[in-house]
């Protein structure tokens, strides 16, 4: 079946632009993960969502983060006025819930350079 | 001090090696603990997951955990070139509510070459 699908692969962008990275999970699948990779980083947790609604935002690293989810399915990451430290590789995860252990599938993520 | 250390590598082995990747971890409240490998320009996978002490094997992959050192392992046996990849330690906390929140040691990259 379908895995975890994100757009765009690739995107370059100029410091100062806003960004919109998308994120389609597993049907099904209630709870989404958005991490951050930097180069030679392990995954930094940036928000969580169950649902529609995001218990735990306390990775975002700055107000210029935000994201959000609609009809308990596609996420949208954006980052306002990027800056060069914010490029990285974003990806997204989502499991079936988000009690107990659940395995968390994750997606090929969107390589993103600030320029 | 990070809740989870991994040497970053990388870390270079002839085809058929053993091949051992550790972690350290910091939180004894960490119940569920876990191997992802991650090859090029791709997302993170789960290799194995183990929940007690003690080792779990899977094919030429076993893993180990330590809770009482707070240490995990993970073996490859007969290492293959396909087995190149970055290999990620996670962890997982459940907090109130249920929710699991992974956080993640910073990745051992392996090359394995024939």
């Known amino acids: 079946g379908a895995g975890v699908s994100q757009s765009p692969s690739n995107k370059v962008t100029e410091k100062g632009k806003d960004v919109e990275l998308r994120c389609d999970p597993i049907?099904?699948?209630?709870?989404l993960y958005w991490y951050r990779q930097s180069l030679g980083q392990g995954l930094e947790f940036l928000i969580y969502?169950?649902?529609?609604?995001?218990?735990?935002k306390s990775g975002l690293p700055s107000d210029r983060f935000s994201a959000e989810r609609t009809g308990g399915s596609v996420s949208t990451l954006t980052i306002q006025r990027t800056q060069q430290e914010d490029s990285a590789v974003y990806l997204c995860?989502?499991?079936?819930?988000?009690?107990?252990?659940?395995?968390?599938?994750f997606g090929p993520g969107t390589r993103l350079t600030v320029l | 001090q990070k809740e989870v250390e991994q040497d970053p590598g990388p870390l270079s082995v002839p085809e058929g090696a053993i091949v051992s990747l550790n972690c350290t971890y910091s939180?004894?409240?960490?119940?569920?603990f876990m191997w992802y490998r991650q090859y090029s320009r791709k997302g993170p996978e789960l290799l194995m997951y183990?929940?007690?002490?003690g080792n779990k094997e899977d094919g030429r992959f076993t893993a180990q955990v330590d809770k009482s050192s707070k240490y995990i392992s993970l073996f490859i046996r007969d290492s293959q070139p396909s087995d190149s990849a970055t290999y990620l330690c996670?962890?997982?906390?459940?907090?109130?509510?249920?929710?699991?929140?992974?956080?993640f040691g910073a990745g051992t990259r392996l090359a394995v070459h024939p």
């Open positions: 049907s099904g699948h209630t709870a």
């Open positions: 995860a989502s499991s079936l819930d988000s009690t107990s252990y659940n395995e968390q599938f």
């Open positions: 996670a962890m997982i906390t459940l907090l109130s509510g249920g929710y699991n929140k992974l956080i």
């Open positions: 969502f169950q649902g529609n609604s995001a218990p735990d």
């Open positions: 183990t929940y007690s002490s």
């Open positions: 939180n004894s409240a960490f119940q569920y």
